[in-house]
């Protein structure tokens, strides 16, 4: 049996604010297929609206396993901020949950309403702590998954430069045993990860925090995993991570230090020679994940790049590849924009001619890319295989504003 399973389980609805429109149920189950993810999180299970949806629309296959009109599967999954004073600082971080199934969820969301007001927003915000948060939930039901969400984030990042700690402890306190997992986040990928002391012994996962449909998958970790949630926790919290597919961390809109509004990026020797401040207007200017991570690591970096695309690392931490999602390349190909009908006529092409985006991505053989590519356009192929052995030209993302990674064809 293939224990190979692809999960993204940070994702969003509607009713979140920031979010499409266009996240449904439906539009979820498409977007999971063509992206190959056999199991998605529902996310915003805090919404009620959203919340009724899910139990007319979802039926149950496995235990805390349910499926959609359109055969996609789901657990339900929630984010939820936590907004407190620790420290003489103010905090924010963001969680994310996974629960064991409806009944789970209707008495956590009972007793997270006595703080929030659910209705509000798909990613409520609360004045509980993390730990608190954590607690809530554990004390529901024990099978509650909690993990800090895109840790290094400036904003709402459990690391991050804003509102951020130094250590799980100090964030989660007597609940941080039970910490057993972190989300990386657009803007780190593992390698930069695996250089803090803080997440031994603790598993990094990968998930694409989309805000709209075409944004699934742009980041998913594999999972030696069956199709249930007892097994899908138990390889959350286990370290049953086969590999992590990752965006590249410049590509993310938090790497670098800068002032976006002033065009200002910055290195992190650079942003300290500034003493934090934008030359242009005077203003604090946001640091970055790599600011931070250099901050707090305390070993040195390592990696090991194969032939095949995986990024290895230390012994015991599953290997990492980076993707370009594959709109993107496309739009490159066609010198257009990712948003236009020439496009999306290509995508559906090489949707139609091998399954998937992820199997598009990482694993279709190179000549059979190149045959297809004869006829969408050869330069989309060639990207594709270049992204795979990291020949890329790239431009960092700082302050809100994403990088760009461009191919470096032969």
């Known amino acids: 049996m293939d224990r190979r399973l692809v999960v993204d389980l940070h994702t969003h609805s509607r009713f979140a604010i920031g979010c499409s429109s266009a996240l449904t149920l439906e539009s979820l189950s498409r977007g999971a297929w063509a992206k190959g ?4 999180a529902t996310g915003d299970f805090t919404h009620p609206a959203w919340l009724a949806e899910l139990k007319s629309g979802l039926k149950p296959v496995e235990e805390g396993v349910f499926e959609s009109a359109l055969g996609c599967q789901f657990v339900l999954g929630a984010e939820v901020a936590s907004i407190w004073s620790a420290g003489g600082r103010g905090r924010r971080v963001h969680s994310l949950l996974l629960a064991p199934g409806f009944p789970a969820v209707d008495r956590f969301n009972a007793r997270l ?7 509000s927003d798909g990613r409520p915000m609360t004045k509980l702590s993390a730990g608190e948060l954590a607690r809530m939930a554990w004390d529901v039901d024990e099978r509650f998954v909690v993990m800090p969400a895109h840790v290094w984030t400036p904003w709402y990042g459990m690391y991050g430069s804003k509102s951020g700690f130094d250590s799980i402890e100090e964030c989660f306190g007597e609940a941080s045993s039970g910490i057993r997992a972190i989300e990386t986040g657009l803007s780190s990928d593992p390698a930069m990860n695996w250089r803090f002391s803080d997440l031994d012994g603790r598993v990094i996962l990968s998930f694409s925090d989309a805000h709209s449909p075409a944004n699934l ?34 590509h993310g809109k938090y790497h670098l230090d800068g002032h976006s509004k002033c065009g200002v990026r910055l290195l992190p020797a650079e942003s300290a020679a500034t003493d934090g401040r934008c030359a242009q207007c005077g203003r604090l200017i946001t640091l970055g994940v790599v600011n931070r991570v250099e901050q707090l690591a305390d070993k040195p970096e390592y990696v090991s790049r194969a ?17 370009v999602p594959l709109e993107e390349l496309i ?49 989309i192929a060639r990207a594709i295989i270049a992204v795979r052995k990291g020949r890329v030209q790239i431009d960092p993302g700082y302050d809100g504003a994403y990088g760009t990674v461009t191919p470096i064809l032969d």
Do not use: H
Request: charged content about 25%; overall charge negative.
């Open 307 to 323: 032939s095949d695309g995986l990024i290895r690392g230390p012994e015991g931490r599953p290997p990492f590849r980076r993707i």
């Open 37 to 40: 993810i056999d199991v998605l």
């Open 217 to 250: 998958g742009r980041e998913v970790t594999m999972l030696d995993a069956d199709a249930s949630y007892e097994s899908i926790r138990t390889a959350i919290e286990c370290g049953g991570v086969l590999e992590t597919v990752e965006f590249f961390p410049e």
């Open 113 to 119: 309403a006595k703080y929030t007001r659910l209705e």
């Open 331 to 379: 739009a490159w190909g066609l010198g257009t924009r990712r948003v236009t009908k020439g496009v999306q006529k290509v995508y559906s092409t090489l949707l139609g001619e091998f399954g998937n985006e992820l199997s598009i991505l990482i694993g279709v053989p190179e000549a059979d890319l190149e045959a297809v590519g004869a006829g969408v356009g050869y330069d």
